[in-house]
């Protein structure tokens, strides 16, 4: 009897040892993980994550070196993009720069990089960088011409295939609201829109006609929208292909790079 309550006893000791033991794990578990808010974006992550490079803006925080505000939650909030931060998190995760394809937003992430002071994050996204700038990109064009004469007109190339789709459908947009609502007065096709008639004016300005010959829109016109369209999506005019013109105005080509 006594060896069988000493063996109880020893059971229940174990047993109260080892969930003391658990209890502490799950409190240590616990203490090493951290919840960000960024840009309104929660993210959960390990101390040793956010810890892995020294005299960085992570590890300043997780260190007690800088003094970050909270939400209304109790997590440490950072006034930041929060997709973005997702990128850089996982380049701390493994200590390489991986993104998805067709990523585009190499300087706004070169701009995290530089914020949360991770060096070796800012070199990786510059080298992605450039090399996409080396790498040749196929030029694609728009031809916007007369039906009768494709002599004139107006040729925009640009190294963006999906940018010439883009001002396709704007020029078809702002046409067809000079046409008041005769779309047969101009056919698109891939990379062609023909209008059915172009004349010269007297000072030398081509114009889009209707047959019962009222103006209807300068290529001007045109023009003015691809060009600003292309600068607000951030390329650059390289430079006017027929020189001989004398000026972007009077050019019949336009050559958009980015």
């Not at 033991?21 to 993210?43: F, H, I, P, R, W």
């Not at 380049?91 to 394809?101: A, K, M, S, V």
């Not at 080298?127 to 990109?137: D, I, Y």
């Not at 096709?189 to 030398?204: A, C, H, L, R, V």
């Amino acid at each position: 009897e006594r060896k069988i309550n000493r063996r109880e006893k020893e059971k229940e000791y174990e047993g109260k040892h080892n969930s003391l033991e658990d209890a502490d794990q799950g409190k240590n578990c616990k203490s090493t993980l951290m919840t960000l808010n960024v840009g309104g974006y929660l993210y959960i992550t390990q101390k040793q994550t956010l810890t892995k490079y020294p005299d960085t803006f992570l590890e300043g925080i997780v260190n007690g070196k800088i003094l970050c505000p909270f939400d209304a939650d109790g997590h440490y909030f950072i006034d930041r993009d929060g997709l973005l931060f997702r990128h850089v998190l996982n380049f701390l995760r493994n200590g390489e720069l991986l993104l998805p394809e067709g990523f585009r937003e190499n300087q706004l992430l070169a701009q995290e990089a530089e914020f949360f002071q991770l060096k070796g994050l800012a070199e990786e996204v510059k080298s992605r960088w450039e090399k996409e700038q080396l790498t040749p990109r196929e030029t694609t064009f728009l031809e916007i011409t007369d039906n009768h004469d494709r002599s004139q007109g107006l040729r925009i190339f640009c190294n963006a295939p999906d940018f010439i789709t883009k001002i396709k459908s704007r020029i078809v947009l702002v046409s067809k609201s000079r046409l008041d609502g005769f779309p047969e007065e101009f056919s698109v096709s891939s990379n062609i829109i023909q209008f059915k008639y172009f004349i010269k004016s007297e000072n030398g300005t081509r114009l889009v006609l209707k047959e019962d010959n009222t103006f209807v829109c300068t290529l001007e016109t045109l023009k003015f929208e691809a060009i600003m369209m292309a600068l607000k999506c951030g390329f650059r005019l390289l430079t006017s292909l027929d020189c001989s013109k004398g000026s972007i105005v009077h050019s019949d080509a336009l050559h958009f790079i980015k």
